[in-house]
Every structure is written in structure tokens, then in C-alpha cells.
């Protein structure tokens, strides 16, 4: 089982391709499933006073509905589309993030943390935000967060679960690092008592961390509690689709998976894959 529940297009600002060209492309590799799954529009900043090319406008959203459904009914029996979104988990904003999603007939929501407050800890022109802080206070907020998407009962998957690290900023002091472990192992908790699934997020190995989301200590934790997990490349790029999945599956089967997660009308169902 090929699949691929991560991906981005140009109309969240910051990536390239249309959604057809994703299918096309998902097709040529030999795809399953294919899940397209762009930005949730911003809701608790302006857009127009914010960073640019954040995620894709408000108005845009039903578009983007309407043209993942055609593609699917399009492309059905040649390659299974499952239309998705990455919605982000904003603090306080619970039922504003449930009121935009509650028209959409969704097969699967990505919860995942970019921002703390108006800083979005994953963009690269917002790096400046770690100076002056206490890494382990920032990290601390994080997993509270996630451990808040999990427990929301919003979402089906949790997205790169340790993508804080991305630019490589954490505690440096052993009694930190044992914190953050211990705050890894929480999250993973809530995501267990939530009965969702994460995902194994390839795009990792291509940052400044250069390992997956979430890493290898993490997975093994997964196992032992039972959640289960699904893959995506976090493509911005057609040309990226699947980037890394190979290696992200074999790691899945040497953690000890045997199964990965799909979605269907928000259903989950267990299949079988190779390492």
C-alpha cells in the first residue's frame, strides 16, 4: 500500500502546482491514495497584515472542496483521491476551527501546531522569534498544544508532532533534554486516550533537522501505546510528491508496523505495507 496524505498547492501561497498536476504526478508513482491536504485559511490573524503566502484565503476555501470532489470522482479507479485539510490547532479558537469545517464532507483533518500565539514556530522568516527565549518554556507550549489538538475531538491525524525541532532551537542541557522527552511522552498519551492517529511526516529529513517528524525514540513510543500512523511527504511541490516516504516506510516497519492508517468520510481503516 503506496499512499501519500500529505500535500500542499499553490493555493496556500507558499507552494507550487495545482491539484491536478499532484494526481497526475501521484498516478506516475504508483500511488494508492493520495490525500490533498492544503492550509486551513487563517483565522486568528489578518491575513492582510500578517506574513504573506501563509495558507490559502478564506474565499478560496469551497473552491478548493469543489475541485478536490471533481478529481476524485475524476480520476476514480485509477488512483483513490481522499480529500483532506491541514487544519491548524489554534488555542481558543476550537469552535471557529469546528464552525469552518463543519460544511466540508472531509475523508480526514490534520491537527497540527504551527503557531504559538501569532508566532508560527515553522516558517522560516519567524526563526527571529527563539531569541530571548527560554527554549524549554517554548517547548513546553508546544506539546500543551498538541496534547490540546489530540483532545479536541477536531481532528483524525496529528501532524509532525515534533516539528518544533525543525530548526534545530531546543534545550541544550541534559535535564532539559529529559523534560522534553517527558513532554514528548505526554502528548503521545493524549494522542492514545484521543484514539486518533499521527502521521510519519518525511519533510523532516530535508530541514535543518534533517529527521522525520516525528523522530525514530518517538515512533517506538507510538507502538507501544498503540497509536497508529500514517505517511506523508508534506509536498510543496508535485516534483516532491512521496520525497522520503520510502525510507519513512521501512523505518514504520523496522519500529515493528505492520499496518498504516487511511481515511475514508473522516472512517478509519487499518491496511497492510511493506517496509
Request: proline share 5%; glycine share 10%; with cysteine.
Amino acid at each position: 500500500m503506496h499512499i501519500d496524505y500529505h500535500t500542499h498547492h499553490e493555493r496556500c501561497g507558499h507552494a507550487v502546482g495545482k491539484l491536478e498536476d499532484y494526481v497526475r504526478r501521484g498516478i506516475e508513482l504508483g500511488l494508492k491514495q493520495l490525500g490533498l491536504s492544503d492550509h486551513l485559511p487563517l483565522i486568528h490573524v489578518d491575513p492582510a497584515q500578517y506574513y504573506p503566502e501563509m495558507a490559502m484565503p478564506l474565499e478560496e476555501l469551497p473552491r478548493y472542496v469543489e475541485e478536490c470532489l471533481a478529481l476524485k470522482e475524476r480520476y476514480r479507479g485509477v488512483i483513490d483521491i481522499r480529500v483532506g485539510l491541514e487544519a491548524d490547532y489554534i488555542e481558543g479558537y476550537e469552535e471557529e476551527i469546528r464552525e469552518l469545517l463543519a460544511p466540508y464532507p472531509w475523508d480526514y483533518l490534520i491537527g497540527s501546531v504551527h503557531f504559538l500565539g501569532e508566532w508560527d514556530i515553522t516558517d522560516f522568516r519567524q526563526v527571529h522569534g527563539w531569541e530571548g527565549q527560554d527554549p524549554l518554556a517554548v517547548y513546553r507550549r508546544y506539546y500543551q498544544a498538541i496534547s490540546m489538538a489530540a483532545s479536541s475531538g477536531i481532528y483524525d491525524i496529528i501532524g509532525h508532532m515534533d516539528v518544533i525541532k525543525r530548526f534545530g532551537y531546543g534545550p541544550d542541557t541534559p535535564e532539559g533534554q529529559a523534560e522534553v522527552k517527558e513532554l514528548e511522552l505526554s502528548a503521545l498519551r493524549r494522542i492514545a486516550d484521543a484514539g486518533i492517529a499521527m502521521e510519519l511526516n518525511a519533510s523532516g529529513l530535508f530541514k535543518p533537522c534533517a529527521e522525520m517528524f516525528p523522530a525514530p525514540h518517538v515512533l517506538k513510543q507510538a507502538l507501544e501505546l498503540g497509536i497508529p500512523l500514517t505517511l506523508g511527504s508534506d509536498a510543496h511541490d508535485p516534483a516532491k510528491l512521496g520525497e522520503g516516504l520510502a525510507e519513512a516506510r521501512k523505518l514504520l516497519w523496522d519500529t515493528g508496523f505492520r499496518e498504516l492508517a487511511v481515511f475514508d468520510g473522516r472512517r478509519r481503516e487499518m491496511v497492510s505495507f511493506e517496509g
